[in-house]
């Protein structure tokens, strides 16, 4: 997919935290606009994309000169209470262009001297893993949760073709276990999986959090069906995947394989650590 870049001077750049996001003060977005493109993205019905009138994934803008900008918009946020940060609500913070342009290595360097009370960070590509070392000096404050919505490559291929390799995520949560990075894995949406996926999952995390269409795109999933995005499991003959109890085909798995304490459901595991609240 051809993808056209805009270069922006945002003047603000800390959202308050609001809806699905009302547990943090803040959410935090380095990009609009998304290369990624996922077909089942909430984001695609929201006005940031509807106003656009261009296709979802065909465009991104790059904010520019916003290290400073996070600086004093940090600390006077700070003076004011907690600061628990979401990083990204509506763009992927690792996208393809943040390998030339760092604009998110450069609001981590922000957050790195002038630490939040909590970062989550969500994403779906293996570039995290160039920050661990960010990730690292904020120690307990950071938690690094990966989207894995399946184990099949498939599925992946027909929900999110420009995506990265389910393999090369899991891989990046490996790295990041490894140096000791809090991680999480996002079975967010929930698509269709193998019986296995929980033991995968089970050799590179920890901590699982599983959301769908119904619970998680901000509307009871009418967003979703807006999309068309049902005919996409039509097309699969894998109807059953799509109705707003599958997510308990996955979470009955799970459970097999994981404590109570490891899985959560929907907004509880895209809250900030129970320490900080």
């Known amino acids: 997919m051809n993808v056209e870049f805009f270069y922006k001077y945002p003047k603000t750049l800390l959202n308050k935290g609001t809806g699905f996001l009302s547990g943090y003060s803040h959410s935090l977005n380095p990009y609009a606009g998304c290369a990624f493109a996922c077909s089942y993205c909430y984001v695609r019905q929201m006005p940031i994309s509807v106003f656009r009138k261009k296709e979802w994934g065909t465009w991104v803008d790059i904010k520019k000169e916003v290290a400073d900008l996070l600086r004093k918009e940090l600390e006077r946020a700070k003076k004011k209470g907690k600061v628990t940060i979401f990083m990204s609500s509506s763009t992927d913070p690792y996208q393809p262009i943040e390998y030339k342009e760092k604009i998110t290595r450069s609001l981590l360097e922000v957050m790195a001297e002038n630490q939040p009370d909590f970062l989550f960070v969500q994403t779906r590509s293996p570039l995290v893993c160039r920050d661990i070392d960010l990730f690292l000096l904020l120690k307990d404050r950071v938690r690094v949760s990966m989207t894995i919505e399946t184990d099949r490559e498939d599925i992946r291929k027909h929900f999110t073709p ?3 390799p389910i393999s090369a995520r899991l891989k990046a949560l490996q790295l990041l276990a490894n140096a000791g990075v809090p991680t999480q894995a996002a079975i967010a949406p929930v698509l269709p999986s193998s019986e296995e996926f929980p033991e995968t999952l089970k050799k590179f995390v920890d ?3 599983v959301d769908d269409y119904f619970m998680g795109d901000g509307s009871g999933g009418k967003r979703t069906k807006n999309l068309g995005i049902f005919s996409m499991y ?13 997510y308990r085909i996955v979470y009955d798995r799970l459970k097999k394989v994981f404590s109570d304490e490891q899985i959560y459901l929907s907004q509880e595991g895209f809250l900030p650590s129970s320490g900080i609240l």
Request: proline letters at 11%; a neutral charge.
């Open 207 to 209: 901590r699982v959090c």
């Open 162 to 164: 420009y995506a990265p």
């Open 234 to 246: 039509k097309e699969l003959g894998l109807e059953k995947w799509c109705d707003p109890s599958a």
